[in-house]
């Protein structure tokens, strides 16, 4: 497995403003890293950790993040919250930040709710938000899984796909950098105030949907995808009643 260049992940972050950088070969979750250096107080808001590999990822629901070596990026970062603000924006923000960096690396991206990062209609990257209380303020370890390189048989579930198949070719730490500079980004416009919710509107491919929430097990609903929560909720619009979901396994259907 190829390792990642430190010194070029860094220079391509740009005025983000991340820090420190750790840039690892291997390891079980950059998210248990993060969160354990927080706890201990070794590490503060700011902090990134990007793997190579990454070998006990997990995404949304608890579902695994797997890749073959050398294919993919993992990587971590530690922010805190600016006050005032719901930390359950943070996910729709990640998931803005990297639909937003695939853009700019050249492929087209789309958002469903509440982050999976389209391109097509197929699944590029996993992301997961975790939180630790640091004293007396409530810090966020922002995960991200992104596939790079895979060839189809590579992919890790069915529906998912790779920058390479896409038809975008870049190395790891462009993908990784360009990343972490749009979510620097990002969240300093959301921390400023700014409307970071009409780009997340603007790219979502699930408001105006006809769209199937599974809640858990047994329980599903089935609606139009109608808003969004100033905290990230959607809302579901089923028998002319409006109903708002934070939380969801959701499936796109096609108009009745």
């Known amino acids: 497995m190829p390792p990642l260049d430190p010194s070029l992940l860094r220079s391509l972050l740009g005025a983000a403003a991340w820090s420190p950088v750790a840039v690892v070969a291997t390891t079980g ?3 248990a890293d993060l969160l354990e250096g927080l706890r201990r107080g070794e590490l503060a808001a700011g902090a990134v950790e990007v793997a190579a590999e990454q070998v006990s990822g997990r995404g949304r629901l608890d579902r695994a993040w797997s890749s073959p070596p050398g294919t993919s990026v993992a990587l971590s970062a530690a922010v805190a919250l600016p006050p005032g603000r719901p930390w359950t924006l943070l996910p729709l923000l990640a998931g ?3 639909a937003e960096a695939v853009v700019e690396l050249g492929a087209p991206s789309a958002l469903k709710w509440p982050n ?3 391109i097509g ?8 938000v975790e939180t630790a209380t640091v004293g007396d303020s409530l810090h966020a370890v922002i995960g ?3 596939n790079v390189s895979q060839a189809e048989a590579e992919l890790p579930v069915p529906g998912a796909v790779s920058l390479a198949l896409a038809g975008v070719q870049v190395s790891r730490e462009e993908a990784a950098g360009t990343v972490l500079r749009h979510l620097d980004a990002t969240l300093r416009d959301w921390a400023r105030g700014g409307d970071v919710m009409a780009r997340y509107r603007a790219r979502s491919a699930t408001l105006g ?3 199937r929430l599974q809640l858990d097990a047994t329980h599903a ?3 139009q995808a109608t808003d969004l929560a100033p905290d990230g909720r959607l809302g579901v619009t089923t ?3 409006l109903t708002w979901y934070a939380a969801g396994d959701i499936q796109h259907l096609r108009p009745a």
């Open 209 to 211: 949907r006809r769209v």
């Open 29 to 31: 979750s950059t998210n």
């Open 116 to 118: 999976d990062v389209l």
């Open 144 to 146: 991200i899984g992104l």
């Open 239 to 241: 028998d002319g009643a």
């Open 221 to 223: 609903v089935e609606g």
């Open 96 to 98: 803005l930040a990297v």
């Open 121 to 128: 209609d197929r699944k590029c990257c996993g992301i997961l």
